[in-house]
């Protein structure tokens, strides 16, 4: 039976999947997630982690039919398409044996390792394609997480109807190509100059029927999928036309793109931002790349890679959401990082809870130790941004500073940013 990497796993099981339908065989999507790993990378690190998860894929690759598509899909995630099933039924029958496998300490070198299995799994019925599958049965995952379920069939009825159905990937399809799609800008304000140092470029769509979409739903629609890259492209270059009209029009600022954990696999993603650089002409050391502390503390192979290979052509790397998700010391201190950014959840409630301002004042301490800049996001009142100010944070962003509002707007609006606070 072949192994499969991320990517490898999603062309040929696309292209089993279109085979089976051909065939008009029973089939379907099994996501398995360890909730037992992310413990692990603090004690063994994340190498030995990561040969776990490779040892795990060819286990279960031996353990169902050879017929079978088995790959990693996450950092503790393995996925399966069951392409040659005699009924629908036999998918739960496959997942309670996954579930056997996974559930015993897994042995390995000389040491029992605590999986914690949790499956997902949604059956090939109504949905025919592999994209709308694979959000099916991370759906379901969720489920199972909710309902504290070990294995959850996925039901349509427990989604967000508003997002359920194939449809939803040809209309972001349409919106990438008709410009539907928009960016908003929120400024980043130097506390050292008391001057928008950058902005942040956030994606927003306004769909005519389905009304606004949040961006994290924009992003579950096009993760995993071709039209990931496809997002990221038309992101990363708007930004950059943008970012060069506003500095033209006289604003000297920089400016903050979000990519996603799975923009890190793609073999690529760097050529296509070096080319976007060379048409926009917008300097890379005034491109600040942004990644969620899971997806930048997550390992594949080739995504530590990735990061060196952007930071040796000048974009500055941030850490985003910083504090929420699994940080290991030993992870970050390999990160060739710039900025790490201090999740609001701690900056919004700082002033009102102790705790909270200790662990921000900790955080900016760490930061300034490893030569880090640090940026703190939801400072929303005067108060905040003074302590912040006192505790030595160097940048601030939030609505006390200012909304994302379009570039034609940034401009108008940096004129009125208050800015005589030191």
């Known amino acids: 039976m072949t192994k499969y990497s991320y990517q490898d796993f999603l062309q040929t099981a696309s292209e089993t999947l279109f085979d089976v339908n051909k065939a008009h065989k029973y089939s379907a999507v099994i996501v398995l997630n360890l909730e037992g790993l992310p413990e692990l990378d603090a004690t063994l690190g994340y190498t030995e982690v990561d040969e776990i998860l490779d040892e795990l894929v060819q286990h279960l690759h031996g353990e169902l039919n050879t017929t079978d598509i088995v790959g990693p899909t996450g950092r503790y995630q393995i996925s399966c398409l069951l392409a040659d099933l005699l009924t629908c039924n036999h998918a739960i029958l ?20 605590v999986l914690l299995p949790r499956i997902g799994v949604a059956l090939n019925s109504s949905s025919k394609d592999l994209k709308q599958l694979m959000s099916n049965a991370s759906t379901a995952l969720q489920q199972a997480k909710s309902n504290r379920e070990n294995i959850q069939l996925f039901d349509e009825k427990e989604t967000d109807l508003l997002f359920s159905g194939a449809d939803i990937w040809a209309e972001l399809d349409q919106a990438i190509e008709t410009g539907d799609l928009h960016l908003v800008y ?8 008391g001057k928008i140092r950058s902005t942040e470029a956030l994606l927003r769509w306004n769909h005519p029927i389905r009304g606004m979409i ?12 071709e039209l990931m890259t496809k997002l990221t492209l038309w992101v990363f270059n708007t930004a950059l036309r943008q970012c060069a009209e ?3 029009a006289g604003l000297d600022a920089g400016v903050s793109i979000n990519l996603s954990a799975g923009d890190l696999y793609d073999s690529e993603l760097v050529d296509s931002l070096l080319q976007a650089i060379d048409i926009w002409r917008v300097p890379p050391g005034d491109v600040m790349i942004e990644l969620t502390e899971t997806a930048v503390m997550e390992y594949h192979p080739g995504s530590l890679e990735t990061l060196h290979a952007l930071k040796s052509i000048g974009f500055k790397l941030a850490m985003d959401d910083f504090g929420t998700g699994y940080s290991s010391m030993e992870r970050l ?3 060739p990082l710039d900025e790490i950014k201090i999740d609001m959840m701690f900056v919004m409630d700082m002033l009102a809870q102790p705790a909270y301002e200790r662990i921000v004042d900790s955080m900016i301490n760490m930061g300034h130790q490893l030569d880090l800049h640090v940026i703190a996001e939801g400072v929303e009142d005067l108060p905040t941004y003074e302590r912040l100010q006192a ?3 160097d940048t601030v962003q939030g609505y006390f500073i200012g909304r994302g ?10 004129k009125s940013i208050p800015i005589s606070f030191k």
């Open 405 to 414: 509002v379009p570039f034609e707007e940034l401009i108008k609006t940096a």
């Open 246 to 248: 506003y500095r033209r």
């Open 333 to 335: 201190l390999r990160l």
């Open 391 to 393: 505790l030595g944070c």
């Open 214 to 225: 949040p961006p994290n739903k924009i992003v579950d629609v096009a993760e995993g999928t």
């Open 186 to 193: 929120q400024p980043q304000l130097s506390i050292a100059t």
């Open 94 to 113: 496959a997942a309670h044996k996954i579930l056997r496998i996974f559930t015993p300490l897994f042995l390995f070198n000389n040491r029992g390792i």
